[in-house]
T-cell receptor
Framework: SQQGEEDPQALSIQEGENATMNCSYKTSINNLQWYRQNSGRGLVHLILIRSNEREKHSGRLRVTLDTSKKSSSLLITASRAADTASYFCATVETGANNLFFGTGTRLTVIP | EPEVTQTPSHQVTQMGQEVILRCVPISNHLYFYWYRQILGQKVEFLVSFYNNEISEKSEIFDDQFSVERPDGSNFTLKIRSTKLEDSAMYFC?????????????FGPGTRLTVL
């Protein structure tokens, strides 16, 4: 089954710096999505990248996908204290429609 | 903006009791999901539901679990006899159509505590 692994598990940066989080997966996917979760709260969808796309931007977010390496990265530029949260990648396997989530990266942005 | 809602936000129950977690998906959506997240762990898929029947389920979704869409708006998850290890956040999600390119919209979750 699909197992997403993310690194780093935790990341602490200063406000204004960029944060990069990585995700790896094991099987063939239809698309990969990134979600954000504030402590103890629900999941907020950030961005979706399809298997035939290599890069996507949304505001301060930049996502890349390398299907040959089965990996994705999420870059948050010019981070803010309000970006402090856990970030999860989630994949939709080819032929399926449910999400398989990664282990998450806990991002702390220090003001 | 339409959103998925869940009730209650927090449910405390005794081991062995039945619980029903409720979700109201976005009104024109067709696909419904339940996920759970044990504290400190990743979000895990439980079940998906389409056209009034289960379309996929994970190994976690055993005979103790059931889902139902009793009317045109609610989507429920029932745990028949709760165990301590059922303590987790339970998230409902919905999606509009068959295109798996489209995102799933998540509710805020129900925190279930089994004592």
């Amino acid at each position: 089954s699909q197992q997403g692994e993310e690194d780093p598990q935790a990341l602490s940066i200063q406000e204004g710096e960029n944060a990069t989080m990585n995700c790896s997966y094991k099987t063939s996917i239809n698309n990969l999505q990134w979600y954000r979760q504030n402590s103890g709260r629900g999941l907020v969808h950030l961005i979706l990248i399809r298997s035939n796309e290599r890069e996507k931007h949304s505001g301060r977010l930049r996502v890349t996908l390398d299907t040959s390496k089965k990996s994705s990265s999420l870059l948050i530029t010019a981070s803010r204290a309000a970006d402090t949260a856990s970030y999860f990648c989630a994949t939709v396997e080819t032929g399926a429609n449910n999400l398989f989530f990664g282990t998450g990266t806990r991002l702390t942005v220090i003001p | 903006e339409p959103e998925v809602t869940q009730t209650p936000s927090h449910q405390v129950t005794q081991m062995g009791q039945e619980v029903i977690l409720r979700c109201v998906p976005i009104s024109n959506h067709l696909y419904f999901y339940w996920y759970r997240q044990i504290l400190g762990q990743k979000v895990e898929f439980l079940v998906s539901f389409y056209n009034n029947e289960i379309s996929e389920k994970s190994e976690i979704f055993d005979d103790q679990f059931s889902v139902e869409r009793p009317d045109g708006s609610n989507f429920t998850l029932k745990i028949r006899s709760t165990k301590l290890e059922d303590s987790a956040m339970y998230f409902c999600a919905s999606r509009g159509d068959a295109l798996s390119y489209n995102e799933q919209f998540f509710g805020p979750g129900t925190r279930l505590t089994v004592l």
